[in-house]
Structure formats: structure tokens, C-alpha cells
T-cell receptor, first 112, second 113 residues
Framework: AQSVTQLGSHVSVSEGALVLLRCNYS??????LFWYVQYPNQGLQLLLK??????LVKGINGFEAEFKKSETSFHLTKPSAHMSDAAEYFC??????????FGTGTRLLVSP | EAQVTQNPRYLITVTGKKLTVTCSQN?????MSWYRQDPGLGLRQIYY???????DKGDVPEGYKVSRKEKRNFPLILESPSPNQTSLYFC????????????FGSGTRLTVV
């Protein structure tokens, strides 16, 4: 069965520092992978997705993620954190028939 | 504007009092789904629908019902709510393509006392 593991329920960075949020997946078929962001009191917004085209995927707000099949990973990065990036981030894998299975989320804290 | 609309945003109710959370999408999406979000557990799927009159259980369906009489609407029904159903609920929709991803509603925070 498809699943997603997000390492670290909380990640703290300073403004301007590199952001790295980790996601590992398990899938018996070539996966579709997604990163979503949730700002306080809001729904989930799609950041980016991997759909088997380019392995390096660029998303909104300067985020990108690299699909590494050998490592079964899809880590999310941003070169320089901004205060407005503080939010909860969810990695998800599509299991087929449009069903998404989500990780448990990583809360990103950005300090001045 | 393309969107998924949920109502209400906040709801406090008492144990056993039937309630319905509405969900409507204006994108003509075939697929709709309900998730609940709990701290430390991420999002878990409750029910989903592949199209009108086609619904099926997700991972945590106990205590919930759904219906899909029209393509745009997918209400979530709690016939006898219990405190363990206190949670944040999200409706989402997607077109048929598996690589599209979901569009989410803004969420409904439900408290059952």
C-alpha cells in the first residue's frame, strides 16, 4: 500500500536560512507526489507536484522538490526562508483512483 | 473563481444531535472526498465519490454518511455525533486525472460536547 513518511513534526529555521522538509514515500507503482501548505485557519493549498515529467519540480513561493527514486524521497526545499513561510506542510502520494494519502505534516517555524 | 465551498466554518453541537456539513464545487470535478485532520495524524480520508451516485468508504468512515445526488454537492452527515468526532474537516475535489491533485475547501471545525 502507498504511504508517506514526513520526518520531523516541527522544523525551525531563521529567516534567510535554507528550508528542508523531508518526505519519503512507499509505492508499488510509479507515484504521483504532492506537497501542500496549510496556513493558520485555512485549507490546504497545492505547492507543487511530481507527475513523472521532470524530477526537479518548481512550485509557488520559491519552493522546489526533487524526486529521487533510488531514495524514495521527495524532499521540499527553499533557499531562503521568509517569515511568511511559517505554516504546516503536508506531503501526499496518489494511490490511484485519485485517492491521496497524506503524511502527518511538518510545522515550519521561522524566527527573525 | 474556481473553488470548493464548505459550510459552516465552525460548529459546536451536542452529542447525538444530527448535523450536516455541506460541500459544493464549481469546477465540474468528478471526484470529491472528505478528510478529517487531527493533530499528529495528518489528514485521513472519510468517504469519497467518483461521480454522481457513486460513493465509497475511506479509511475512517465509522459514524459518517455521505451522498452524491448532484455532481457539484457532496454533504457529510453525522447522524449521531460523538465527542471523538471533534475535528477539523475538509472537503476536496479533483478531476478524473490522477495527477491533478485536489482543490480543498477552507475547512469546518466541529466540536461535539
Amino acid at each position: 500500500a502507498q504511504s508517506v513518511t514526513q520526518l520531523g513534526s516541527h522544523v525551525s529555521v531563521s529567516e534567510g536560512a535554507l528550508v528542508l522538509l523531508r518526505c519519503n514515500y512507499s509505492s508499488s507503482v510509479p507515484p504521483y507526489l504532492f506537497w501542500y501548505v496549510q496556513y493558520p485557519n485555512q485549507g490546504l493549498q497545492l505547492l507543487l507536484k511530481y507527475t513523472s515529467a521532470a524530477t526537479l519540480v518548481k512550485g509557488i513561493n520559491g519552493f522546489e522538490a526533487e524526486f529521487k527514486k533510488s531514495e524514495t524521497s521527495f524532499h521540499l526545499t527553499k533557499p531562503s526562508a521568509h517569515m511568511s513561510d511559517a505554516a504546516e506542510y503536508f506531503c501526499a502520494v496518489n494511490t490511484g483512483f485519485q485517492k491521496l494519502v497524506f503524511g502527518t505534516g511538518t510545522r515550519l517555524l521561522v524566527s527573525p | 473563481e474556481a473553488q470548493v465551498t464548505q459550510n459552516p466554518r465552525y460548529l459546536i453541537t451536542v452529542t447525538g444531535k444530527k448535523l450536516t456539513v455541506t460541500c459544493s464545487q464549481n469546477m465540474n470535478h468528478e471526484y470529491m472526498s472528505w478528510y478529517r485532520q487531527d493533530p499528529g495524524l495528518g489528514l485521513r480520508q472519510i468517504y469519497y465519490s467518483m461521480n454522481v451516485e457513486v460513493t465509497d468508504k475511506g479509511d475512517v468512515p465509522e459514524g459518517y454518511k455521505v451522498s452524491r445526488k448532484e455532481k457539484r454537492n457532496f454533504p457529510l452527515i453525522l447522524e449521531s455525533p460523538s465527542p471523538n468526532q471533534t475535528s477539523l474537516y475538509f472537503c476536496a475535489s479533483s478531476p478524473r486525472q490522477a495527477n491533478y491533485g485536489y482543490t480543498f475547501g477552507s475547512g469546518t471545525r466541529l466540536t461535539v460536547v
